[in-house]
């Protein structure tokens, strides 16, 4: 393929919880201890059998290499679902090889199968080289989100 890597998108399976726990750490997540582990794994199972997402990733080569969570839900005075993209990594080491473009292009084209109007996106400040993914793609600077932690 004269230099250039393969890359397929697909839906994540129950299989795929290992990878995506190593991309979400990647991202700044906790990562998984022996302690945390099953627990987490609960959680990654209902998430994959959850009708209201259709989170996906992005083999590079072969290999899982990116993660985009897709998440509908709604949102009091509209009439059709948002879609909304909580995490979206791509490995580092895969960076610029249109993994990101390739995720959130399935994830828009999903989002309109679900009958959305329009994505969201969370990012944190310091991710401007994602930044200018998310923009090169269509999508625009339209606000900030505040936290607030609850639990030590």
């Not at 949102?75 to 959130?104: F, K, M, S």
């Not at 199968?113 to 310091?126: F, I, K, M, P, T």
Request: glycine share 8%; hydrophobic share 45%; with cysteine.
């Amino acid at each position: 393929m004269s230099g250039m890597s393969e890359i397929h998108v697909r839906p994540i399976t129950a299989a795929d919880f290992f990878c995506v726990a190593a991309l979400l750490a990647e991202l700044g997540r906790p990562r998984l201890t022996p302690e945390t582990s099953d627990a987490a794994q609960a959680v990654y199972q209902r998430h994959v059998a959850d009708p209201r997402t259709a989170s996906l990733v992005a083999e590079v080569d072969g290999k899982v290499a990116g993660f985009l969570s897709l998440v509908f839900r709604e949102h009091l005075n509209y009439v059709h679902p948002q879609g909304w993209i909580p995490d979206l990594i791509v490995t580092e080491a895969a960076r610029g090889q249109g993994a990101a473009r390739a995720l959130l292009e399935r994830a828009f084209a999903q989002a309109r199968q679900h009958g959305c109007d329009w994505v969201r996106l969370e990012s944190g400040y310091a991710r401007t080289a994602a930044h200018q993914a998310y923009e090169a793609v269509g999508m625009s600077k339209d606000g900030y989100y505040f936290t607030k932690q609850l639990a030590e």
